[in-house]
């Protein structure tokens, strides 16, 4: 499949842009799309989607949270030949009782994997856990920076999986025979609580960083005084249910599986992160 192009959506991601630079590194051809990358694709606009898809064989779907699109798309990429996907879903999704889902963003993650294994073409699921990167290039990373990580999350932890991990397995599905009809549940080696990956972090950086526990209540407060609209805090906080409880504790064995060795652990993410600049101040 090397000499048609490889299509990955949300190329500009945590993951897209990761997956991205692994397959160039590897010599092959990829087609990198985004609302701004260097193919415009957008979810929202299906004249986007045939010039993205066309003389594709291989392509990696980051679906957009709240739409209903993979279908619509597996069913166009089918049309255009499309031999291969591989779909980023999340872990936990099918485990009852996982997580609040008052805007249906579940049930939408479901029917994507549904409509990928209903293709008729090879397919694989990967189901990463909470990314080690969210302290770094997402949700938690300005208050890192900040010094500071105010969260409803108690003494709960979470295996958080490093990005470069997920991006691995997704380019030895996207390029690898053995990965057809596999699931992947990613997540790092060993679960880590907030108070933990704050102090490996000022570790890594040698600043002072430090973890506050806050109740659901203040933590929704403090976000309306900051400007936030009680819906969006609300919704904010109900992200953060799933690791107050220790719902992502549990260690999964999808990099093992996939690339046949142990995943990343969360002071190697830290210290390699540190290295490259990753939390200036």
């Known amino acids: 499949m090397s000499e048609h192009p490889i299509l990955v959506t949300g190329a500009t991601g945590k993951s897209g842009r990761r997956v991205v630079g692994r ?9 990198a799309a985004a609302r ?16 993205a ?8 779907i980051v679906q957009l949270d709240g739409t209903n699109l993979v279908r619509p798309f597996v069913e166009r990429a089918v049309r255009h030949g499309v031999r291969r996907i ?26 994507s994997e549904a409509a990928v294994r209903e293709s008729g073409v090879e397919w694989t699921i990967s189901r990463p856990g909470w990314f080690a990167q969210n302290f770094s ?20 932890a979470a295996a958080f999986v490093d990005a470069e991990d997920i991006a691995a ?9 053995r990965h057809a009809g596999q699931v992947y549940e990613l997540s790092g080696p060993r679960a880590v609580t907030l108070t933990e990956a704050v102090a490996t972090i000022s570790e890594a950086t040698g600043r002072e960083i430090r973890y506050v526990p806050l109740s659901v209540e203040d933590y929704v407060a403090e976000l309306v005084q900051q ?11 109900d992200v953060i249910e799933p690791l107050r409880e220790g719902k ?3 260690v999964s064995d999808g990099v093992g599986r996939a690339l046949g060795r142990p995943p990343r652990t969360f002071a190697e993410f830290a210290t390699s992160t540190a290295a490259a600049g990753g939390w200036p101040t």
């Open 23 to 31: 397959l160039r590194a590897k010599g092959l051809p990829v087609r």
């Open 36 to 51: 701004t990358g260097e193919v415009v694709f957008d979810w929202t606009d299906q004249s986007t989607w045939d010039a």
């Open 53 to 60: 898809l066309e003389g594709v064989r291989s392509v990696y």
């Open 86 to 111: 591989v779909l980023a879903s999340g872990r936990g999704i099918d485990l009852p009782g996982y997580a609040k889902d008052s805007g249906g963003i579940l049930e939408d993650i479901l029917d």
């Open 137 to 156: 290039e997402g949700f938690f990373a300005d208050a890192i920076r900040a010094g500071e990580l105010r969260l409803p999350a108690g003494d709960g």
């Open 169 to 177: 397995v997704v380019v030895a599905a996207l390029t690898e025979d």
């Open 227 to 237: 400007g936030l609209p009680p819906a969006d805090a609300e919704s904010f906080a």
């Open 248 to 250: 992502d504790e549990y």
